[in-house]
């Protein structure tokens, strides 16, 4: 038994709203230093745009999609 593409894709979009907010707060980090102040406001809904297209834009697989977001987040969340 297959776990149907859809349901990848699912887990995608999923995994992509906490990798996007970690992916904001890390592009913010980066431009302005530690002391970010408000500048998340802006860096995060943009990273959470950017992953969220990231899992439903066909440019790989379904499961390959999942794993560098997985990848990413986890990344994202020993860097911060």
């Known amino acids: ?3 149907p593409p859809r349901l990848i ?3 995608a979009v ?3 709203i906490p990798c996007g ?3 904001g707060v890390l ?3 980066a431009i302005v230093g ?3 102040g408000a500048l ?3 860096t995060i809904p943009l990273g959470i745009v950017g992953s969220i297209t990231f899992a439903l834009v066909r440019i790989a697989a ?3 999609r999942l794993l560098i977001l997985v990848i990413a987040f986890i990344a994202a969340t020993l860097l911060a």
Request: charged share 10%.
């Open 1 to 3: 038994m297959t776990i």
């Open 9 to 11: 894709v699912a887990g």
């Open 14 to 16: 999923v995994i992509a």
């Open 21 to 23: 907010w970690m992916l």
């Open 27 to 29: 592009a913010a980090e």
């Open 34 to 36: 530690h002391d970010v």
């Open 40 to 42: 998340p406001v802006l």
């Open 62 to 64: 379904p499961a390959i």
